[in-house]
T-cell receptor
Framework: GNSVTQMEGPVTLSEEAFLTINCTYT??????LFWYVQYPGEGLQLLLK?????DKGSNKGFEATYRKETTSFHLEKGSVQVSDSAVYFC????????????FGTGTQLKVEL | GAGVSQSPSNKVTEKGKDVELRCDPI?????LYWYRQSLGQGLEFLIY????????KSGLPSDRFSAERTGGSVSTLTIQRTQQEDSAVYLC???????????FGQGTRLTVV
């Protein structure tokens, strides 16, 4: 079946540090890949997505590239801010699967001054 | 409404009791999803509605779980004879179509004591 593996947290960084959160997946066919973010006290929000190999999703300074050869979708940001503190979830939707998402376990990010 | 609304936000119930969780999707959204977020299992898909019908119920964990949707709008997730392992945050999401962005509610935290 489909699965998503992401690095365990919590991850603690200083403001302006570089962020990488690793995500790898197992799926047949050509899934769509997503990063969702959950800020404290709020619901899950779509951060970015990529629907085919070599696509790069980007939003709010975050980027992730769909790498089919390594089955990865790592999330990166060049300079994090305190306001980026949240839980980040990697997810996939199988080919034709719409919003039937398989999520990773989530990675908590804490950014300190 | 402006976003997906779920009620109650918190529910504590005794083992063996039935509970109903409600989801009000974004107005006009035809697709609705229920997910469960628990410590042991992460975020899991439960059921998908398109309009009032549920073409995919594959994530419902047992026959104690059921869901319905009426008028293509409000959905209710019912858990009968609750067990302690049902304790989790139940998330609802809606989207305007099967493959468009899903918007999540803030969830209902269910605690079975």
């Amino acid at each position: 079946g489909n699965s998503v593996t992401q690095m365990e947290g919590p991850v603690t960084l200083s403001e302006e540090a570089f962020l990488t959160i690793n995500c790898t997946y197992t799926a047949t066919g050509y899934p769509s890949l997503f990063w969702y973010v959950q800020y404290p006290g709020e619901g899950l929000q779509l951060l970015l997505k990529a629907t085919k190999a070599d696509d790069k999703g980007s939003n709010k300074g975050f980027e992730a590239t769909y790498r089919k050869e390594t089955t990865s979708f790592h999330l990166e940001k060049g300079s994090v801010q305190v306001s980026d503190s949240a839980v980040y979830f990697c997810a996939l939707s199988p080919t034709g699967g719409g919003n039937k998402l398989t999520f990773g376990t989530g990675t908590q990010l804490k950014v300190e001054l | 409404g402006a976003g997906v609304s779920q009620s109650p936000s918190n529910k504590v119930t005794e083992k063996g009791k039935d509970v109903e969780l409600r989801c009000d999707p974004i107005s006009g959204h035809t697709a609705l999803y229920w997910y469960r977020q628990s410590l042991g299992q992460g975020l899991e898909f439960l059921i998908y509605f398109q309009g009032n019908s549920a073409p995919d119920k594959s994530g419902l964990p047992s026959d104690r779980f059921s869901a319905e949707r009426t008028g293509g709008s409000v959905s209710t997730l019912t858990i009968q004879r609750t067990q302690q392992e049902d304790s989790a945050v139940y998330l609802c999401a809606s989207s305007s179509g099967r493959n468009t962005e899903a918007f999540f509610g803030q969830g209902t935290r269910l605690t079975v004591v």
